[in-house]
């Protein structure tokens, strides 16, 4: 056979592309829960507004069953809660005429790493059946499949509550804050 006969495998770009895009996206989510960060209210509103449209996007699928509902409802109220007690632990600082925010590093990283492990682990499974599927209609299917768990959109869920809340929370805390809401410049610096 010719080597130009051979017809290319889509689906193992397309599983290339999407793990590429979730190293990408852990990446930029751990780096953005350790030091200070740069207060940028249009972005977090933009995050917040695209949150909101996935977790709207995903609405159908938690409502397939009961089980979804629950699961999805559940991760939600959690996600919210620790959103708020993540806020609240968030400390605001003023350097260099600009404001920072310092994020709770466990709490972002933890709902983070569930999200992420629970999301790699699926498309692992999907992609493996998609690919039993004939051509690219299969590795979109298993890559659909990726959310039709209630564990899985649970966890999507989670990530949707806290980051909405948290960001929500952070916006309205450089609004009003108070002294106790500050840290220090020289608490923040690295040691020489």
Request: aromatic share 8%; glycine share 8%.
């Amino acid at each position: 056979m010719l080597v130009w006969d051979m017809q290319p495998d889509f689906s193992i770009i397309q599983s290339v592309l999407l793990a590429a895009i979730v190293v990408w996206a852990v990446y930029r989510r751990v780096r953005r829960s350790f030091g200070r960060q740069l207060l940028a209210p249009k972005r977090m509103w933009i995050r917040i507004g695209l949150l909101l449209l996935v977790g709207a996007l995903l609405a159908p699928a938690a409502l397939a069953t009961s089980a979804h509902l629950a699961a999805s409802i559940g991760a939600l109220a959690a996600g919210v809660a620790l959103g708020l007690w993540g806020a609240s632990e968030t400390k605001l600082l003023d350097a260099d005429g600009k404001r920072y925010y310092l994020p709770h590093t466990y709490t972002g990283l933890i709902v983070t790493l569930l999200v992420v492990g629970r999301l790699v682990y699926r498309l692992s499974l999907g992609l493996d059946r998609g690919r039993a599927l004939a051509g690219a209609a299969g590795a979109h299917a298993g890559a659909a499949a990726a959310v039709q768990t209630p564990l899985t959109l649970a966890a999507l869920y989670l990530l949707i509550g806290y980051y909405v809340c948290y960001f929500m929370k952070v916006l309205a805390k450089t609004k009003h804050p108070a002294p106790t809401d500050f840290e220090s410049a020289a608490e923040t610096r690295p040691p020489s």
